[in-house]
């Protein structure tokens, strides 16, 4: 096969200083030791059956949450709750901030309820929260955690054991309408939302 070198010409290699391309957000809920549920954004997440496969950097309070309790809510902000979001990505429930995230601006504050402005709804039978404005929240159990010995971060595999969705974004009782539902989709450190349908796959059943 002939290679176009026009075409090789119109790239570039870089070494990109973030490499978010493009995900949906979740706010975690893990349990803090007295109880009270600690909310983070993320955006590292792959899910498959009824697994979800979480990264979580080990400077954070989630992943000490989680490796004490085995429990979390996966909780899926739409796009109208972005300034929500943001509202917390600068904090931390962790009292000790590693010098690096404190070196990075991140200061403490447990009540992050609060600060995002969310409201909390108790869940089915997991002991974290649910986020009453997210459309999506998914009671997950830690199956199991991996820290990669070459990485900052810890791998979760996590399996679903409750999915509550909001009434309006619910089709033929088992199905998201994906017509209705946006996730908030973090892209290169700035926050989208879908656009319009392109078409469906022949697995689709909706
Ligand atoms: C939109 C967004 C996406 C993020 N994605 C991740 C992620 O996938 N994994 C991660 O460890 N941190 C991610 N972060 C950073 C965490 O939110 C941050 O480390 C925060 O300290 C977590 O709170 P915690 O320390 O109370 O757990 C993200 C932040 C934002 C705002």
């Not at 300034?83 to 070196?103: D, F, H, R, Y």
């Not at 009540?111 to 997210?134: D, F, G, H």
Request: a neutral charge; one cysteine or more.
């Amino acid at each position: 096969m002939l290679i176009d070198k026009k075409d090789t010409n119109s790239f570039v290699e870089i070494k990109p200083k973030i490499l978010y391309y493009g995900t949906p957000i979740l706010l975690l809920n893990t349990l803090n030791e007295d109880g009270t549920t600690n909310i983070s954004p993320i955006s590292s997440s792959w899910a498959l059956g009824d697994c979800i496969v979480l990264g979580i950097g080990l400077g954070g309070k989630a992943i000490e949450n989680l490796e004490r309790h085995k429990e979390c809510v996966l909780n899926l902000p739409s796009p109208n709750l972005w300034e929500n979001v943001e509202k917390i990505s600068s904090l931390t429930g962790k009292e000790n901030i590693p010098p690096l995230k404190k070196a990075i601006g991140f200061t403490y504050k447990k009540e992050k309820y609060e600060a995002a402005e969310l409201t909390p709804l108790n869940s089915k039978s997991v002991l974290p929260t649910r986020i009453k404005e997210c459309p999506i929240q998914i009671e997950a159990v830690v199956k199991n955690i991996r820290i990669p010995n070459y990485s900052s971060f810890a791998i979760v595999e996590t399996q679903v054991l409750h999915f509550h969705a909001e009434e309006s974004i619910v089709q033929n009782e088992n199905y998201i309408d994906p017509s209705k539902w946006s996730p908030l989709i973090y892209n290169f450190r700035h926050y989208f939302e879908l656009g319009r349908e392109l078409g469906k796959t022949f697995r689709s059943e909706t």
